[in-house]
């Protein structure tokens, strides 16, 4: 039987007074990668942040359970304790840390002591992954860096932490071909093990082409309306969402 890591029942959700998800049902199991669609302004994003627990969003209803575990109303700190991790639009730029201290908290955070020279070794082979420069490790987390060199700082910290439940939100958002290939690469690196889980949430399929896509969901106006696999992320590439908009 397969594992559940995530398993999300009618949940709703609202930032003051506007009700932005309704009603969501999700379910992914250890090692599968689903892809979230749907048109701009269909609370895609919002359903990444409520998932990762961010303040800003209230729960209205329903249940969200992460490997078994009742997590609707847990902080953002303590999700990711437990193993999930959400990588933005726009990641923060954190003057005074740097990047390999950031990752090497988080990993204590999670794990206890952490190895350093482990650490060093492990940090250097996922960096040659996605071809950054090792100088990368002593600047600022993403301070001065480019759109591209804040994305792969993510996926960096997802190689290093292997989160159980990986949220991508527009990891290839503004990327030249280059970037997204070793974007994908690295993702593709995450995931062959098939020890985590993914919810890729983009506009594109470029990121998915080295990757086996277990479902597609649409979401259209804070509702799910459509669900399939590779081959509808695929088609909405195609031909957009038009036929699921009065879904």
Not at 45 to 67: D, E, H, N, R, W
Not at 211 to 218: G, K, N
């Amino acid at each position: 039987m397969a594992e559940q890591v995530l398993n999300v029942t009618g949940l709703a959700a609202r930032v003051e007074d506007k009700q932005l998800l309704h009603g969501v049902d999700l379910t992914i199991n250890k090692g599968e990668t689903h892809v979230l669609m749907g048109p701009n302004g269909a609370g895609k994003s919002t359903l990444g942040y409520v998932l990762m627990g961010a303040p800003k969003y209230t729960v209205t209803g329903g249940q969200i359970l992460f490997k078994g575990e009742d997590i609707t109303h847990e902080s953002t700190d303590k999700r990711a304790k437990a193993g999930m991790f959400l990588s933005f639009q726009e990641p923060l730029e954190v003057p005074g840390l740097t990047l390999e201290g950031f990752i090497r908290s988080a990993l204590q955070q999670k794990a206890g002591h952490v190895r350093y020279y482990d650490f060093k070794k492990e940090l250097a082979r996922c960096m040659d992954i996605l071809q950054m420069d090792h100088s990368y490790a002593d600047r600022d987390l993403n301070v001065g860096f480019s759109g591209g060199e804040k994305k792969k700082a993510e996926i960096l910290q997802l190689l290093m932490l292997r989160p159980a439940l990986a949220i991508l939100d527009e990891t290839d958002s503004g990327l030249d071909v280059d970037a997204v290939r070793t974007v994908s690469r690295g993702v593709e690196e995450y995931q062959k093990d098939k020890q985590g889980a993914l919810l890729i949430i983009t506009h594109s399929t470029k990121i998915l082409e080295a990757l086996q896509v277990d479902a597609t969901h649409v979401l259209v106006d804070g509702k799910l309306v459509a669900a399939g696999d590779g081959s509808l992320a695929e088609e909405i590439n195609e031909n957009g969402f038009e036929r699921f908009l009065n879904a």
